[in-house]
């Protein structure tokens, strides 16, 4: 009796296994895929010599990221929406895309995208040199998402089963006038009009990822680049870029990522330009932008999860002019919920003598709270 049940069970799962079977080969994989945050930041400072000694400045903003396969196409579109509010100042709203644009795979070497796209060329974390066809990051925010141009791009891809990797080809061409990309035109070549090409040859060669790029422009001067990053060790990478423009200064990036045992991640990068402010200059400039100076000294300590807290991390960065020792410090706490929540608030500090870049700030500190929700 009892064989007799165990045989009948037996034939009773393998039926029941048939009937539930499925092939993978028939799962079609999604043909879309989207995500983005909704974020607010509100940042309450304090000013120098203004008439309000404290201002709160309120930034909520949102962005969804979006790409559609289909055959031989991808569509990618990142818009962003904005809303700003200052007390007792200035309201405003904006919106944009990030990214639109086409890519279509030609065959297994070859590809074409058009449309509104960020290179994201270069390996520092903090500046990027050999950036030429990019918007320049936020010293404060490095990792944010920056709005691309629009432009034309060709590529090119080969595998190999030797020292040489693998090998990718980029050719660029990004118009500019006043319809098109009219603040890459005064930003760069200080005309209202121009024609922009770059070439970008990606090696990995012995581990190690190369790229060299040249720069064309009907009204500025050529340029040319090189970048690399080499992991050391599995814990340990280095990196570096260099630029110069063909008959006049250069700039050159060297840095390093380390992760210790106890999971504290170390970047800490150097910057060198040659046409950038002495401290003299600094102190009679009426206009201080980002990365102005010859030179600075950049790093960051980021610690996950000390004390065993789970999605807690704790960090400190310190960016210094070399030129005039004036610096901004950031100190602050992150916190990831379980419902796809961040929460990160810092304190930050802009410090130095009253004409040093740091010391001539309009905010002398401020306390920084963001909130993130992902989906």
Request: proline share 2%; hydrophobic share 35%.
């Amino acid at each position: 009796m009892f064989k007799t049940l165990l045989l009948i069970s037996l034939a009773t799962i393998m039926v029941m296994a048939d009937e539930y079977s499925f092939d993978m080969d028939n799962i079609e994989p999604k043909s879309y895929e989207y995500g983005g945050y909704l974020r607010a930041d509100n940042k309450t400072q304090r000013l120098r010599e203004q008439e309000d000694e404290y201002q709160n400045q309120l930034r909520v903003e949102g962005l969804l990221d979006f790409s559609y396969l289909y055959d031989i196409f991808t569509f990618k579109a990142n818009g962003v929406g904005t809303y700003e509010y200052i007390h007792n100042n200035t309201a405003k709203t904006e919106s944009h895309f990030n990214e639109l644009y086409v890519d279509a795979k030609l065959s297994v070497n070859h590809s074409f995208l058009a449309g509104k796209k960020s290179l994201m060329w270069g390996k520092g974390y903090f500046f990027n040199p050999v950036a030429f066809l990019d918007r320049k990051k936020d010293p404060t925010d490095p990792t944010v998402a920056r709005e691309g141009f629009i432009l034309t791009k060709y590529g090119y891809n080969k595998s190999f089963s030797s020292s040489l990797k693998n090998l990718t080809l980029d050719l660029v061409y990004l118009k500019a006038d006043e319809n098109i990309n009219n603040d890459y035109s005064l930003l760069n070549t200080n005309e209202k009009a121009s024609d922009n090409f770059a070439a970008k040859l990606y090696l990995l060669w012995y581990d190690t990822d190369i790229d060299f790029i040249y720069s064309y422009s009907d009204k500025a001067s050529e340029k040319i680049g090189v970048d690399f990053s080499k992991n050391i060790d599995i814990n340990f990478e280095v990196h570096g870029e260099y630029a110069k423009v063909l008959n006049d200064g250069y700039s050159y990036l060297l840095g390093v990522r380390y992760l210790t045992d106890f999971e504290l991640t170390i970047i800490s990068e150097y910057l060198y330009q040659s046409e950038g402010l002495t401290k003299a200059e600094i102190e009679t400039a009426d206009y201080i932008a980002p990365f102005i100076a010859k030179d600075y000294a950049i790093t960051s300590f980021t610690q996950k999860e000390p004390f065993n807290l789970l999605y807690f991390s704790i960090y400190y960065k310190n960016m210094t002019n070399l030129q005039d020792c004036s610096q901004q410090n950031k100190i602050g706490a992150n916190y990831a919920f379980k419902n796809n929540t961040e929460v990160d608030l810092s304190y930050n500090i802009n410090s130095g003598g009253s004409l040093s870049e740091f010391g001539k700030k309009q905010a002398e500190d401020f306390i920084w709270l963001r909130v993130t929700l992902n989906y």
